[in-house]
């Protein structure tokens, strides 16, 4: 992966939660809308690097398993917010 910054337009800015208190990975709702899954960006980038090592060990006959991992380490790693120092320098963004 090259070292780019991601669309900045497409991050959805909250107001921080009260006390700071932070919000841990796991399920949440807006509202009645559908549940989705919120993961906390350190444990995001750690996930996407995982799923690139797994998908490069793909055969070609799982492509569509491979597009798949594909676009998710897209989405996990959207939020890469640059130099912060992770993942660490053994793990390149």
Known sequence: MTEESPPKEMVVHLPQLAN???M???PLQFGADW???FIRG???LSYADMLQ???SMLPPEYWAA???LKALHSI???CWAGQTG???PTSPP
Do not use: K, N, Q
């Open 20 to 22: 700071g208190h932070r």
């Open 24 to 26: 841990e990975t796991g």
């Open 35 to 37: 549940p989705g899954v």
């Open 42 to 44: 350190d444990e995001a």
């Open 53 to 55: 090592h797994i998908g």
């Open 66 to 68: 491979s597009s798949m």
């Open 76 to 78: 996990l790693r959207s």
């Open 86 to 88: 992770w993942p660490p």
